[in-house]
């Protein structure tokens, strides 16, 4: 029996062979991945790891043990060139050619890269895998003059571990704000503040125009508001799902591979899961493509299910954190533009939440060291009820009354 | 390195050996333990890796941060003995440490 292969060797690739293996899912598995390593965390990549304070091995989400134990193949250092969905073959780059029953995209995602003049220069990185992180650390060093292009939270969290290792750093954000596309302007003023106190400059409407090498070899940053000297650089400007090989073997993508609410592609056999996926979410209403590690570890659960016969919808309300410095960012839920906006707490404490409202409802939260705010708000979230934003806003009135 | 005990709500026992440094989460999820989702990785983020800890280790295994504390009010089956593994370190202190694991994480 040719059994499954998942292209893909990350989070959801991780969650899917030991879903499936609990689900008692029996016949073999094959995991394809481009990078060297086992299925590992991304998200210390921009904090503990790049910090220097988790090693390598403890990124793993499974040891490697793992997998030879669920009779899992891991495939690792070569890339899935190509699908035939008639045939139902994987090809691989060294030219060999898998055979499936079952096939999962876990692809994933990869950087937006700068197009700019003299983006391809020496000193210019991103920040997606192991291999990214190993690369920046050798210039990683206090004193050094660093210049991150982008403020979302990649590259707010790789801001705060380099001010905290005594570089000299600069954000350059091209809209109006950091963290614009994601958060409201409150969340997005308290982090500014939070950085600019830590010592970082924060340049917002400051588009990158281009990079050249300076005299000395280090690099010139051309900006909307004038050059920058930096010893190195690093953009965080976004993710693109890895859809290619997808879209070439014939399978509908749109912004991702297009999914229903069982995690299933266009062709009865082929499921995508994780960042590379675009998939309905009943209880948010619409599609969507989400970047986290708890939509890659959901929807493959629900995509185990479906496989072994008990399908199950995936409708989960989305969960985010980011870490930077001492505070911790939980998020829940997905703001958007128009939605009201209800701060709990003073900022000024660095204790604090922001609920948008949508339709008398709660939509999403974002907490700053506030658990109870972000765990009840995920289940005002789920629930959708009505929420009075006057009690919300009022830190005397205990998370807890609004669920009861 | 220390040795951990991982009780499953069935009763079924897991001694596991894991290097000081390393969290009481980590030892399980390396030892392949099942019980513990972790689904955050230790970022005490999800409240998925709830454990009981054993009264004779109460005193050894820290103290409890707020962020914690407030996260563990929100799990299931929370009892005095309760803890977030992956806000537990591991030192020779905790050598022979027993744990025992909810019936569910979610």
Redesign the interface.
């Known amino acids: 029996m040719s059994g499954m292969v998942v292209i893909g060797a990350g989070q959801a690739a991780s969650q899917l062979v030991a879903s499936l293996r609990a689900e008692g899912y029996q016949p073999p598995i094959t995991v394809i991945g481009d990078e060297a390593f086992p299925p590992y965390?991304r998200?210390?990549l921009s904090k503990k790891f790049l910090s220097g304070e988790m090693a390598e091995d403890?990124l793993y989400?499974?040891?490697p043990?793992?997998y030879a134990?669920a009779n899992a193949a891991l495939m690792l250092n070569v890339r899935a060139t190509a699908v035939d969905l008639t045939a139902k073959t994987v090809t691989l780059a060294d030219g060999a050619v898998l055979p499936y029953e079952t096939l999962a995209f876990t692809t994933g995602s990869r950087v937006r890269k700068l197009t700019v003049p003299g983006a391809d220069l020496p000193g210019i990185f991103y920040l997606r895998g192991i291999a990214d992180v190993k690369a920046i650390q050798p210039h990683f060093e206090a004193g050094k003059r660093l210049v991150v292009v982008g403020g979302g939270y990649i590259g707010l969290e790789t801001a705060a571990v380099a001010a905290k290792r005594g570089l000299k750093v600069t954000v350059v954000e091209a809209l109006e704000r950091c963290l614009q596309r994601v958060t409201s302007q409150q969340i997005s003023d308290f982090f500014e503040g939070v950085h600019r106190a830590e010592g970082v400059t924060i340049l917002t409407r400051t588009g990158v125009h281009g990079f050249d090498k300076a005299a000395d070899g280090s690099l010139v940053v051309h900006t909307a508001n004038g050059d920058i000297d930096a010893d190195l650089v690093i953009a965080g400007i976004g993710i693109l799902p890895e859809q290619e090989v997808a879209q070439a073997a014939g399978l509908v993508c749109e912004n991702g591979i297009v999914v229903d609410e069982y995690a299933r592609a266009s062709d009865p056999n082929v499921y995508a899961i994780g960042d590379c996926a675009n998939h309905p979410n009943p209880l948010l209403g619409r599609r969507l493509r989400l970047e986290s590690?708890?939509n890659a570890?959901d929807q493959a659960k629900a995509a185990a299910l479906s496989i072994v016969g008990r399908p199950k919808i995936y409708a989960e309300v989305p969960?985010f954190?980011s870490?930077q410095y001492d505070l911790?960012l939980?998020i829940a839920g997905i703001s958007a533009p128009g939605d009201e906006v209800v701060v709990r707490g003073d900022p000024a404490t660095r204790k604090f939440a922001v609920f948008y409202l949508r339709d008398g409802h709660v939509a999403a939260v974002d907490a700053v060291?506030a658990?109870?705010e972000y765990?009840?708000g995920r289940q005002l979230i789920a629930q959708k009820k009505p929420a009075d934003p006057a009690k919300l806003a009022d830190p005397a009135v205990p998370m807890k009354s609004f669920t009861a | 390195m220390p040795k951990v005990t991982f009780i499953e709500h069935n009763g079924k026992e897991h001694t596991v050996e894991a290097a000081n440094g390393l969290t009481v989460m980590e030892a399980a999820v390396k030892n392949l333990v099942p019980g513990i989702d972790a689904d955050c990785g230790g970022a005490c983020a999800c409240a998925t890796c709830h454990v009981y800890v054993d009264p004779a280790f109460a005193g050894k295994v820290g103290e409890k941060s707020d962020m914690e504390q407030t996260m563990l009010d929100f799990a299931n089956e929370v009892t005095d003995q309760s803890r977030l593994s992956c806000q537990i370190k591991l030192s020779d202190d905790l050598d022979g440490l027993v744990v025992r694991l909810p019936t569910s994480q979610h």
């Open positions: 965390q998200p210390p403890r989400i499974k040891p043990e793992f134990q590690v708890q570890i969960w954190w870490d911790k939980q060291n658990v109870p765990m009840i």
